[in-house]
């Protein structure tokens, strides 16, 4: 209470998340073996050097991210803190326009989550139906988006119906993760043992590369970073589960990192046995009638009966990340309302008491506009991937904002919590920002080589672009008329 006073806020929501259910709910939102599942196919056509190294290097160079973020976390957490500490440390003449821009980079960015984390679910759950079929049932768009749709409007009932549970769901899904992780990489092994198929060696799995891109080795390698940077991008949502954390100054910070280190490490066990039990024929897992490299991967080793045990599996963990997912980004859209910087912001941010004190206005706000949003995937697959890189790219450059500001001039008014990396905080805020830019270009480019056409063609630049310029054009032309910054909900006297 006291430490989000101490900034100017009234304290609106119930604090019953334990440093345990912080973590919880962005491991949860991760998913590590769905997640892994959706974006193999960015990291497959570099071989298994791609998913194993790829993966390793990746996870490093986020986990650094971590770090400048669990800094500022442990130092002043509350639930819109990206735009609040960009607001707080930027110089004067820019903290408006920026915060202003992060806000709805983040905010964005957390709904195109929902859009990425559901529309795998949807491709998930065709896939079941392609395996049972053996390849002959192919689905349309309009079959994986009426799935999409009513799987966005059950994460809406959910999270308004469970909201006095929630804290405890987020528990039992880490759990469940945890259990299908070890259940594959004993099973895969196990199952190809029995049925007398080789394994790839560990020099095949750990120095093999192929290039199945027209792109230069190297530069399919990179691709490969794809798959974790879009698997370990929720760990702000500690961030946004602030205000209602126990112990918000040390929990923020432990479940940013708990998250990204379990993710990289259980990640490279996963697809260090992924790549183990592939096979060497690329070409047919990148060509599965499955539409999932992983099914065929489970396909291969398990037949067909464990194939569709182990999707249906995952499926329902990919569920279940999208609900963790529209509870966090609803607190964003929340906190971002209570500052005013949204349409509607004094309808959108009342709390509910009769659920549970739960901002439910802002849980059906941002399940409509993922609805909305998740229209482009009728277009084609490149459209549909669109989708993702919306939730990586905003945030990315929702994190590297409030690190630059704080290292350029916010470091008199930068006071440590709990949790602080001492002397080589600006150090590693540096290595954040050339990593954050680095992987930001990444996510604009094509995966499928230089001269695509525009069916393969990468249109996140757009998507992106329309979103950080929309926000800077309402701000310069309506918004800074009325948007000075985050708002005090207490008097002076209070704070």
């Known amino acids: 209470m006291c430490c989000i006073a101490s900034i100017g806020y009234k304290q609106e929501l119930q604090r019953h998340y334990s440093t345990v259910q912080v973590f919880a709910i962005a491991f949860s939102i991760m998913g590590l073996l769905p997640s892994i599942s959706a974006t193999l196919w960015f990291?497959?056509?570099?071989?298994?050097?791609?998913?194993?190294?790829?993966?390793?290097?990746?996870s490093a160079l986020i986990f650094i991210v971590g770090l400048a973020i669990a800094d500022l976390g442990s130092s002043l957490p509350t639930s819109g803190g990206l735009y609040w500490w960009t607001h707080y440390f930027?110089?004067?003449?820019?903290?408006?326009p920026l915060s202003f821009l992060v806000g709805y980079s983040n905010t964005i960015g957390l709904i195109g989550g929902i859009c990425s984390i559901d529309y795998g679910f949807a491709s998930f759950i065709v896939s079941l139906s392609t395996i049972s079929s053996d390849g002959e049932w192919v689905p349309s768009r309009g079959h994986l988006y009426a799935i999409f749709v009513a799987t966005v409007l059950s994460h809406g009932f959910l999270a308004t119906s469970a909201g006095r549970v929630m804290h405890h769901l987020q528990t039992w899904f880490v759990v469940a993760n945890f259990a299908l992780i070890v259940a594959t990489i004993i099973a895969l092994p196990v199952s190809m043992r029995l049925r007398n198929i080789p394994i790839n060696s560990g020099s095949y799995v750990f120095s093999h590369s192929i290039n199945e891109t027209t792109w230069p080795s190297g530069w399919a390698f990179m691709l490969s970073w794809l798959s974790p940077i879009w698997t370990i991008g929720a760990?702000?949502?500690?961030?946004?589960?602030?205000?209602?954390?126990?112990?918000?100054?040390?929990?923020?910070?432990?479940g940013i990192l708990a998250s990204i280190g379990g993710c990289w490490i259980f990640g490279f066990l996963v697809t260090a046995v992924l790549a183990a039990c592939a096979g060497n024929n690329f070409d047919e897992i990148l060509g599965t009638p499955f539409g999932q490299p992983i099914a065929q991967i489970y396909y291969n080793a398990l037949g067909k009966n464990g194939a569709l045990g182990f999707m249906s599996a995952i499926s329902i963990l990919q569920y279940f990340m999208g609900l963790s997912i529209v509870v966090a980004a609803s607190r964003q859209?929340?906190?971002?309302?209570r500052d005013g910087?949204?349409?509607?912001?004094?309808?959108?941010?009342?709390?509910?008491?009769?659920?549970?004190?739960?901002?439910?206005?802002?849980v059906w706000a941002t399940c409509l506009?993922?609805?909305?949003i998740g229209l482009l995937s009728l277009i084609n697959n490149a459209a549909a991937n669109a989708l993702f890189s919306l939730a990586a790219a905003g945030n990315n450059v929702a994190w590297a904002i409030p690190i630059l500001c704080r290292i350029v001039w916010g470091r008199e008014k930068f006071h440590p919590g709990p949790f602080y990396t001492g002397r080589f905080s600006v150090v590693i805020a540096i290595a954040a920002l050339v990593y954050l830019t680095f992987a930001t270009i990444l996510c604009m480019f094509p995966t499928e080589g230089p001269n695509p056409d525009p069916s393969v063609m990468n249109y996140s630049a757009v998507v992106n672009g329309t979103v950080w310029g929309g926000a800077l054009l309402y701000y310069f032309l309506w918004a800074h008329k009325w948007f000075k910054g985050p708002k005090h909900t207490l008097d002076v006297m209070e704070i």
């Open 235 to 254: 760990f702000d949502s500690c961030v946004h589960m602030s205000e209602e954390a126990k112990n918000p100054t040390k929990a923020v910070p432990v």
């Open 333 to 337: 859209t929340w906190a971002f309302s």
């Open 369 to 372: 506009t993922a609805i909305i």
């Open 43 to 58: 990291s497959v056509p570099a071989g298994p050097v791609g998913m194993v190294w790829g993966w390793f290097s990746a």
């Open 341 to 362: 910087a949204l349409p509607f912001s004094s309808f959108l941010r009342q709390i509910s008491k009769t659920f549970g004190y739960q901002p439910l206005r802002t």
């Open 90 to 96: 930027a110089a004067d003449r820019y903290k408006n």
